[in-house]
């Protein structure tokens, strides 16, 4: 009987480091806090068929809804192919917020979002 008891203990144990361990790197991970005069544009460049984009593209988004990244993503197209444009397309459908242009765009859209995030703030 004195062993079953040890189990509860072991198991709160291990929750309680592993809490402890959650929160710690929670706490390394500082949220990026964009100025009233500044912006963050993540652009990731995009060629070929796009192979790992989506999951990169998770990771971001997951990062932007827990509040650690805020701000415009754009994918940047540096020699896509039909099947990587095709992607592409239907990412920006997918999730609202991802704009995709050329490699020579990247800095037009760079200024739009951020004058679209200073309006929002003001």
Not at 10 to 20: P, R
Not at 24 to 29: E, T, V, Y
Request: glycine residues 10%.
């Amino acid at each position: 009987m004195a062993n079953f008891l040890h189990i509860p203990i072991v198991l709160g144990s291990i929750a309680i480091i592993f809490w402890v361990i959650w929160s710690l790197f929670g706490s390394l991970r500082t949220p990026v806090r964009p100025g009233e005069n500044t912006g963050v544009t993540t652009v990731i460049t995009v060629r070929d068929n796009g192979e790992g984009l989506e999951q990169t593209l998770k990771s971001l988004i997951w990062l932007q809804e827990n509040g650690t990244v805020p701000g415009q993503i754009i994918l940047a197209d540096a020699g896509l192919n039909k099947e990587g444009k095709i992607l592409t397309r239907l990412i920006v459908k997918k999730y609202t917020g991802v704009v995709v242009c050329n490699a020579e765009e990247v800095a037009q859209w760079i200024v739009t979002a951020s004058e679209n995030t200073h309006k929002t703030t003001k």
